[in-house]
């Protein structure tokens, strides 16, 4: 099942065991922005889509049908009352969502907009801020404001459950950088050396650190990728240092992107989806020439892989969370763009081709193998 | 009293018009959220502010004060702004 996030609804796209043949089936929530929508693989049945209308505050939907129904949670995510009353934070959307550790059922977490944490442990009914994080005084001030975020405001993202452990837990922020947790969230240490910032400002304040979207390999949780909004990254713990690893790939191209996603058994094979990140950053595939770029030996060479995609005058822009994999055999891939289409790769990107088009804009891919 | 409920907010509700109890216009509004969890926050932030384009009206007069005292006669209205784009 593939779930599409859109900024007008939320889609499922239900694929036959050759992944060749997809039935539509949505829209759900037409007219709400969907930030995120993801399938529990714990029991392949709790659908969870961060949702927002309008003016009206956000909410998290819940769905136990496969989204015959859907209920809002009871209490959503929502930042602590300010004793001061007028200077408290508020939530504006909830941006990412991931599932707890295999051990905790019905756990999940949230990242929202402006930068909060947040902790649910009945299946995404009611949720609880992580004061460790939301109040931790070093973090807000590497979080910036609003003025320093995204159009749509500053984010939490990559929301990363170690497999092996289940207090194990890597963060990251679209401003304030990455940051890692060894006790559940109630304490954190920053991930930053290495990474580059913007020329002109000092890359030891982690609030100019803008990390798109960073993965953990499942087959080695001690490796993570990271497109960053300057370059592409892999690190290998326990060393706190990232290497560029986007340098190799073409000049023309560059390393500027905003998803990552990672092979499901291999720790050395990645794909990208580069963007223009020249003057004013179209964010646009570069030349109008969308590619996405395979690395199948943790980044020391790229492989264009295109096949089937446009070759011209296709000016896309794939948001960080609109790029996923499966775990078939071979990797199916699947990516979403801003204009509303939705694509396939059954070989891992060797070939691609189009499962659906004129949705509206895409805001998240995600792959989910029903219970 | 009487609470008319705006269309975006009626999956909560299921209806239009629902009872709610309170002296203030706050305390009908934790009342709406002990009956239907979460619709509050739709419409009241976490630092206890009016979210942008929700209006109250109290028997027609619209107010942004959600102390307003109300007794059991009187009528809100709730109306939301859709923004979109």
Redesign the interface.
Known sequence: MVLIATRKGAWLYHGDTARKNWRADGPHFLGHIVNHLVLDPRDGRTLLAAAKTGHLGPTIFRSTDFGRSWKEAARPPAFAKDPNGETGRVVDHTFWLTPGHASEANAWYAGTSPQGLFRSEDGGVTWEPISGFNENLQLRKWMGTVQDGTPDGPKLHSIIVDPRDPIHLYIAMSGGGVHESVDRGRTWKPIAAGLEVVEGLDSTNLAFHDPHCVRLCPSNPDRLYQQNHCGIYRIDRPSDKWERIGRTMPRRVGDIGFPMVVHPRDADTAWVFPMDGSTVWPRTCPGGTPAAYVTRNGGKTWQRAASGLPERHAWWTVKRQAMAADGSDPVGLYFGTTSGELWSSRDEGRKWTRIAEHLPEIYAVEVGKPG | MNVLIPA??R??TGRRQVEAIGSSLAAVLVDLDRQY???R?????????M????RFFVNGVQTLDLSQPLCSADEVLIV?????G
């Open positions: 975006p907010l999956s909560y969890p979460g619709i926050f739709r419409m009241i932030n976490e630092q206890g502010r979210r942008p384009h929700v939301q702004a859709l923004s979109g």
